[in-house]
């Protein structure tokens, strides 16, 4: 059963960025160089969709490694977490992922999905309540990195499970993902705790291959949010003068991905002129890969313990079930 989420008043369209804000972030990016935008403007429709298509393709790793994890250790990950558990997964998307949770768990209370695409909200509830019609589903569009209240389940909940799959906070820098984790903590309270899908450190090049896929659907991926500039912000730039490029950053652990001026050029947007010499960049996303001590530390600063991590055989990426100290 989808219910709206009573008592929930941010339950309907703290969602989407408006293109004030939008613009407000464009031109903070690109102020001046190093030039970077948020990786979370990667994510309209069509960002959404190409997205979805990255995930089947063979290059890119973590989303079949993660459900082999599920798949394999899924009744582990049940026991771990235990039954009456309220269930709210951190950027639903389009809940292919759900599944092989909510099939193990022990009478969830209810599925909470949270995502910030209205379109896709819609679309993966009504298809986990076709799935599981005695399950309450209370999906919440908002931006799951900003607080948010919970909705409450007409069953009352053991506890609160965050389910956090898919590597994204490895899209948040260092300081962020503590932040935001600390936030975790306390929004599932005692008793409460999270699954979570991180990826782990590896051969560069298995990382490049992943970012940068010889199908080019993770360049379109990248270039979209140009189109989206110009849509969203009438922005007056030549997509083909850009190129997506993945780098590895040593310093810091993580995959980039970048927006290469191929030429000298001016992009305008919103009344401002932006100079970009040839080979210049925009960041447009981060992608941490962690290792299992390193991960720990950060998780024990933030308030969780480790209390349990299943890997792949060739220990490509990780599900981890974290409690709250
Ligand atoms: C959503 N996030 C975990 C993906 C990642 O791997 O960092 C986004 C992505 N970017 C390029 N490919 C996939």
Redesign the pocket.
């Known amino acids: 059963m989808v219910s709206d989420s009573r008592g929930s008043p941010a339950s309907l369209d703290q969602a989407r960025p408006d293109s004030d804000e939008l613009l407000a972030d464009v031109l903070r990016g690109l102020s001046e160089p190093p030039y970077a935008l948020s990786?979370k403007y990667?994510y309209d429709q069509r960002g959404s969709e190409l997205?979805d298509r990255?995930?089947d393709l063979e290059a890119?790793y973590?989303t079949r490694t993660e459900l082999s994890i599920l798949e394999e250790s899924g009744g582990e990950i049940a026991s771990a977490v235990g039954g009456e558990a309220l269930v709210v997964e951190l950027?639903s998307g389009s809940s292919n992922k759900t599944r092989a949770l909510l099939d193990r768990l022990p009478q969830p209370a209810a599925y909470v999905p949270v995502d910030i695409s209205r379109e896709h909200l819609e679309a993966a509830a009504a298809r986990i309540d076709g799935i599981y019609p005695e399950l309450e589903v209370l999906p919440v569009a908002a931006d799951y990195t900003r607080p948010f209240p919970l909705p409450r389940p007409t069953c009352p909940a053991e506890r609160t499970l965050l389910y956090f799959p898919?590597?994204?906070?490895?899209?948040f820098d260092l300081p962020d993902a503590e932040d935001f984790l600390a936030r975790q903590a306390e929004q599932a309270g005692s008793g409460g705790g999270m699954v979570l899908g991180l990826?782990l450190q590896k051969d560069v090049d298995v990382l490049l291959r992943?970012?940068d896929d010889p199908e080019g659907i993770?360049a379109a991926?990248?270039r979209n949010l140009l189109q989206r500039l110009r849509k969203e912000l009438g922005a007056d730039l030549d997509i083909e003068a850009f190129a997506h490029r993945?780098r590895f950053n040593e310093e810091l652990g993580c995959?980039e991905?970048h927006l290469e001026s191929l030429t000298d050029q001016e992009v305008r947007i919103g009344g401002h002129a932006i100079p970009f010499q040839t080979g210049q960049t925009i960041r447009t996303?981060?992608?941490y890969k962690y290792t299992l001590d390193g991960f720990r530390t950060l998780a024990e600063r933030a308030g969780f313990r480790v209390a349990q991590v299943w890997t792949d055989p060739a220990a490509y990426f990780s599900v981890q079930y974290l409690e709250v100290v």
């Open positions: 990786p990667l997205f990255i995930c890119y973590p950027g898919g590597s994204t906070l490895g899209n990826d992943a970012y993770t991926f990248n993945a995959v991905m996303e981060r992608s």
